[in-house]
T-cell receptor
Framework: AQSVTQLGSHVSVSEGALVLLRCNYS??????LFWYVQYPNQGLQLLLKYTSAATLVKGINGFEAEFKKSETSFHLTKPSAHMSDAAEYFC???????????FGKGTLLTVNP | GAVVSQHPSRVICKSGTSVKIECRSLDFQATTMFWYRQFPKKSLMLMATSNEGSKATYEQGVEKDKFLINHASLTLSTLTVTSAHPEDSSFYIC??????????????FGEGSRLTVL
């Protein structure tokens, strides 16, 4: 069984500030973890993924996430927020191609000028 | 690579009519496609898993006679909302898995289709 908990349905930051979006997971098998971003009225775009290689994963648009097995976490960070980062962010977990991708409820990021 | 395209992006229809949404994998063969529904300010709800050449597997609570899914080829899956009603208005998103995902379960998403039923 798999599940994802995203802490905070809405995060608001100032432009230039640190972005931290929290994600905790549970999985009965070694997990693959993903962060997707969704802009209004669009589909989901992959930001980054953890596939059991390096625990610190770098993605597009300056985002990165660190897999911490002991904390069952995969938090998403970006050192300096940009206005264009405003979007909905989804964390997801999978046990592999034979498992369905399980999504968190999403975190809406707003960036204030 | 691994591009998924949906059409139409927006559709408005009258209550009682049927609407078809197409999902195509443009540069790969998708043996499995997934259809999601997204309500405003809500997460994605998996509706069904579509396998090429076989019947779709619907999630609990999803009416298979209302949401007809066909996956007739390795590059095309369709979702038909039959006898649509205003409560069917939503954002529908398809996705596909592919070997490009490296066996991780990664999904590639279409652009989504906004359905409005008057």
């Amino acid at each position: 069984a798999q599940s994802v908990t995203q802490l905070g349905s809405h995060v608001s930051v100032s432009e230039g500030a640190l972005v931290l979006l929290r994600c905790n997971y549970s999985s009965s098998v070694p997990p693959y973890l993903f962060w997707y971003v969704q802009y209004p009225n669009q589909g989901l775009q992959l930001l980054l993924k953890y596939t059991s290689a390096a625990t610190l994963v770098k993605g597009i648009n300056g985002f990165e996430a660190e897999f911490k097995k002991s904390e069952t976490s995969f938090h998403l960070t970006k050192p300096s927020a940009h206005m264009s980062d405003a979007a909905e962010y989804f964390c997801a977990v999978s046990g592999g191609s034979n498992y369905k991708l399980t999504f968190g409820k999403g975190t809406l990021l707003t960036v204030n000028p | 690579g691994a591009v998924v395209s949906q059409h139409p992006s927006r559709v408005i229809c009258k209550s009682g009519t049927s609407v078809k949404i197409e999902c195509r994998s443009l540069d790969f063969q998708a043996t499995t496609m997934f259809w999601y529904r997204q309500f405003p300010k809500k997460s994605l709800m998996l509706m069904a898993t579509s396998n090429e050449g076989s019947k779709a597997t619907y999630e609990q609570g999803v009416e298979k006679d209302k949401f007809l899914i066909n996956h007739a080829s390795l590059t095309l899956s369709t979702l038909t909302v039959t006898s649509a009603h205003p409560e069917d208005s939503s954002f529908y998103i398809c996705s596909a898995s592919t070997l490009a995902g490296g066996g991780t379960g990664e999904l590639f998403f279409g652009e989504g289709s906004r359905l409005t039923v008057l």
